[in-house]
């Protein structure tokens, strides 16, 4: 089971932090990523991170200004977010993947997801 947590209202260039914590003992054999959908869009992908935490990729609107950690001895994935753009604005998915591939993008590719927690970046 995934909890996210985090969310919240923020100005334009602003930061915020998002948490998610992951009940059970194998949290460090999955892959976990974030996901975030906007009204009316698609699920897009944010950000990924590999099992031992050395390896992050990010999409390509987000790139540079967010940054995916995670804790293995806490069960917790984090994403911080900086520079935020009205854009930013949607429901943030944290979400657990047992696959090998590189495919970190594939929403497909999860195998759990948390509760959502929504942003909204004002102008």
């Known amino acids: 089971q995934l909890q996210a947590s985090g969310g919240g209202l923020v100005q334009a260039g602003g930061s915020l932090g998002l948490s998610c914590a992951a009940s059970?003992?194998?949290?460090?054999?999955?892959?976990m990523g974030w996901f975030r959908q906007a009204p009316g869009k698609e699920c897009e992908f944010v950000a990924a991170?590999?099992?031992?935490?050395?390896?992050?990729h990010y999409g390509d609107s987000v790139s540079g200004r967010l940054t995916i950690t995670r804790d293995n001895a806490k069960n917790t994935v984090y994403l911080q977010m900086s520079s935020l753009k009205p854009e930013d604005t949607a429901v943030y998915y944290c979400?657990?993947?047992?696959?090998?591939?590189?495919?970190?993008?594939?929403?497909?590719?999860?195998?759990?997801w948390g509760q959502g927690t929504q942003v909204t970046v004002s102008s």
């Open positions: 059970g003992r194998s949290f460090s054999f999955y892959v």
């Open positions: 979400a657990a993947g047992s696959f090998y591939s590189s495919t970190y993008y594939d929403i497909r590719r999860y195998d759990y």
């Open positions: 991170i590999n099992r031992w935490g050395d390896s992050t």
